[in-house]
């Protein structure tokens, strides 16, 4: 048994900020350490689409394809001679409740359930890409324009930087981790025309991150996407 899931995973939105790391200091699972680019740490606020999952090759009836919405920051752990890149999740939403207990229970991972949806328009000259998540009476999101041809992120980029983490680290309790691998080709990436961030980060993540509500990003990114695969087999550390 090596894969728990499979999905497409379409159009990522990765909106990215710089924060001084005191402020992730307190998600750093035991065992592995921030992950720094041109001595700065950065945390994303991501949307992209869901489809088609299955779970150990079987489709998820009615609940295989969702928009999911994440914040996450970048971290290293070194074992032996070798430095594995991964993330941390703050939270990530979906608009299932049993998808959200099933990873919860599964992987120990931070999901909760709200409304969700998305809007899409391409053309061959132009992307628009748009996700929504509904907390609170009102609806909040991110949205991109960009242009429609894509191209392949230039090694050592921040692009590489953001996208290119395989791994995913889960803070258990202040000794144990989890490890868990996502396998996917690089993406190919768009030069994003304009974007427009509508996100109460205090209000979904915590008063921790209130500071991203007067912070500009310093970047915004589009991804085309691809098949991705997440092994079955986690280690703890």
């Known amino acids: ?22 402020y992730l200091l307190p998600y750093l699972p035991n065992g592995v350490e921030l992950d720094y680019f041109q001595g700065k740490t950065y945390i994303s606020l991501v949307g992209f689409l869901f ?25 290293i752990r070194k074992v032996g001679n070798s430095i594995r890149r991964g993330v941390v999740f ?3 939403t979906v608009p299932n409740k049993t998808v959200a207990y099933v990873a919860n229970k599964l992987y120990k991972e ?35 324009s960009a242009s429609a041809t894509s191209y392949k992120m230039k090694p050592g980029s921040i692009e590489s930087f953001i996208f290119e983490h395989y791994f995913g680290f889960t803070k258990l309790d202040g000794q144990q981790s989890i490890e868990y691998k996502v396998n996917h080709p690089s993406w190919e990436i ?3 025309q304009n974007y427009q961030v509508d996100c109460n980060f205090s209000e979904f993540y915590g008063e921790n991150f209130e500071v991203l509500n007067s912070t500009n990003p310093h970047s915004v990114m589009l991804a085309e996407g691809s098949d991705v695969s997440i ?7």
């Open 231 to 237: 092994d079955w087999k986690r280690v703890r550390f």
């Open 190 to 192: 768009y030069d994003i």
């Open 90 to 92: 703050i939270n990530e």
């Open 1 to 22: 048994m090596k894969t728990f899931l499979t999905a497409k995973w379409q159009n990522l939105i990765m909106v990215n900020y710089e924060i001084d790391p005191s």
């Open 51 to 75: 489809k088609d999952s299955k779970i150990f090759n079987i489709p998820i009836p009615f609940l295989g394809t969702f928009e999911e919405v994440n914040l996450r920051f970048y971290v």
């Open 110 to 144: 931070h999901y909760t359930s709200v409304p969700t949806k998305h809007e899409w328009q391409i053309n061959k000259d132009e992307k628009r890409i748009e996700y929504n998540w509904f907390i609170n009476k009102k609806w909040f999101g991110i949205k991109v």
